[in-house]
């Protein structure tokens, strides 16, 4: 009797486990099955998740391309307030798409060379005091943009007619291709125009107090009468330059080339104190100005 108890008492024990194994075996099946619809419906959401971001990139992209193409329009208006309005609406396009910067910092810089040249020598006289409101805000627009990347090409801006141009920190036309332009009577307050071409630039009474012009090239300017107050001109070049009459206070001239310029007249500086730090040699013209 003892031996067919046990027996029975171990069937019990087997079946006991076995329906525990079976209760366990779902648990696993039925907790693997949860685990599997969450990793799917984590997969579906991510990537809806995707799919409404390339949906907003694009509707994002369109907006900007619209925008731009409207104001790029805008430009060739005959009426001057349009073309301002214009000129505002690409500096908020290019905040908004960067990879648009250059393009449109090209745009402008074609606009103001069509619409800012230099009035024949006969015409000076009946130049206006400043530029139009539409130049003048193109002007600024590109001097306040954003760096341009490392390997961008020269902003090109050669030949233009801006006379009495005003422009104050922060302003940047570094590196910025100004050759044969008329800046006559410009200010530029702290403006960078490190590493600018400014060959054969006409800056005749103009301003440029704490600008920077570290290695610029002014080859041939007409630099007469500019006064230069706390001017950094360090490495620039000024061969065939003329300074005459030019305001050279605190100005640094350390590795400036000023071999065939004109320093005839120049104020708040001397021979003795430019000769030690500035490359000149016997074409280097020194002492009163001879049609003063």
């Known amino acids: 009797m003892e031996l067919v108890e046990r027996a029975r008492e171990q069937r019990g024990q087997r079946r006991h486990q076995w329906i525990n194994s079976l209760v366990l075996l779902a648990g696993v099946v039925l907790g693997g ?22 949906n907003v990139r694009t509707l994002q992209e369109g907006q900007v391309t619209e925008r731009y193409t409207k104001a790029v329009e805008q430009l060739g208006s005959g009426r001057r307030e349009v073309r301002a309005a214009a000129v505002y609406a690409l500096e908020r396009v290019a905040k908004d798409s960067p990879r648009d910067r250059l393009a449109i910092r090209d745009v402008l810089a074609v606009f103001v060379r069509e619409h800012a040249r230099p009035a024949p020598a006969a015409q000076r006289a009946q130049v206006p005091a400043a530029p139009t409101t539409d130049v003048a805000a193109a002007m600024a ?19 233009i007619g801006v006379p009495f141009l005003r422009l104050t920190s922060p302003a940047s036309l570094a590196g910025t291709d100004l050759a044969g332009s008329d800046l006559r009577g410009a200010h530029l307050d702290r403006v960078d125009l490190r590493g600018a071409n400014l060959e054969l630039v006409e800056l005749l009474g103009a301003e440029l107090p704490g600008a920077n012009l570290r290695d610029a ?4 300017a007409d630099l007469t009468g500019v006064r230069f107050p706390g001017a950094l001109l360090a490495g620039a070049t000024f061969s065939d330059a003329v300074l005459t009459e030019a305001k050279l206070r605190g100005v640094d001239l350390r590795g400036a080339d000023l071999r065939s310029a004109n320093l005839r007249g120049v104020h708040a500086t001397t021979q003795a104190h430019i000769r030690p730090s500035a490359k000149v040699d016997g074409t280097t013209k020194f002492g009163p100005d001879p049609s003063s």
């Open 33 to 54: 099955g949860s685990l599997l619809a969450t990793a799917l419906t984590l997969r579906t959401g991510q990537a809806e998740l995707r799919t409404s971001r390339e």
């Open 141 to 159: 627009v590109m001097a306040r943009r954003p760096a341009d990347p490392p390997g961008a090409p020269q902003m090109d801006l050669h030949r």
């Open 217 to 220: 090239n002014l080859r041939g």
